[in-house]
């Protein structure tokens, strides 16, 4: 008898413009800034409305150590 075993996936939720203003600490005008001149994190269209990956976010932050 053959058994396979079905992988989760887990995917973590998107992030709201709001969601990641307050994970920030930055007003949301910063955010639509930083969008327009490309150079804030990683952000897709979904409809009308921005969404963010919360693993990209995260690894965004990290590469703007200094």
Same mark, same amino acid.
């Given at each position: 008898? $053959?058994? !396979? !075993? $079905? !992988?989760? =996936? #887990? #995917? ?7 969601? =990641?203003?307050?994970?920030? &600490?930055?007003?949301? @005008? ?7 001149? &490309? #150079?804030?994190?990683? $952000?897709?269209? #979904?409809? &009308?409305?921005? &969404? ?9 932050? @990290? !590469?703007?150590?200094?």
């Amino acid at each position: 008898m $053959a058994t !396979s !075993s $079905a !992988s989760a =996936v #887990v #995917v973590e939720e998107l992030w709201t413009v709001d969601d =990641v203003s307050a994970f920030l &600490r930055v007003p949301t @005008a910063t955010l639509y800034q930083w969008r327009h001149h &490309r #150079v804030g994190p990683p $952000a897709f269209k #979904v409809g &009308r409305h921005l &969404r963010y990956d919360p693993a990209a976010l995260r690894a965004w932050l @990290a !590469s703007r150590e200094v």
